[in-house]
Nanobody, 126 residues
Framework: QVQLVESGGGLVQAGGSLRLSCAAS????????MGWFRQPPGKERELVST???????RYADPVKGRFTTPRDNAKNTVCLQMNSLKPEDTAVYYC????????????????????WGQGTQVTVSS
């Protein structure tokens, strides 16, 4: 089992920045991909970014150039640095972890993950 706890959400004005953190505990040695997803109001959960254990990172098109996803395997953490925030970034943000695949595994689909955090609200005002 892997437990994930997100922190760092909140309210920010458009153009501002927020940093989300996700701390993993439990059987973290089995963790391969880690990712961030978000669920805007009334919409389905969507990918934000995914990072393999080898730090190969993929971003969804809407956040490219604005968000970064640093991962620290030694500390079992993954962050989401969000810059130039827009009102359309408003969503509940979820951290996810997979325990399948290996060093180079990453997943862009919801089904590619095995564990999820509880979510943290990010609201961007215009």
């Amino acid at each position: 089992q892997v437990q994930l706890v997100e922190s760092g959400g909140g309210l920010v004005q458009a153009g501002g920045s927020l940093r989300l953190s996700c701390a993993a505990s439990g059987r973290t040695g089995t963790t391969s991909a880690m990712g961030w997803f978000r669920q805007p109001p009334g919409k389905e959960r969507e990918l934000v970014s995914t990072v393999s254990r080898s730090n190969n990172i993929r971003y969804a098109d809407p956040v490219k150039g604005r968000f970064t996803t640093p991962r620290d395997n030694a500390k079992n953490t993954v962050c989401l640095q969000m810059n130039s925030l827009k009102p359309e970034d408003t969503a509940v943000y979820y951290c996810a972890a997979a325990t399948r695949g290996g060093l180079y595994y990453y997943a862009t689909a919801y089904e590619g993950y095995d564990y999820w955090g509880q979510g943290t609200q990010v609201t961007v005002s215009s």
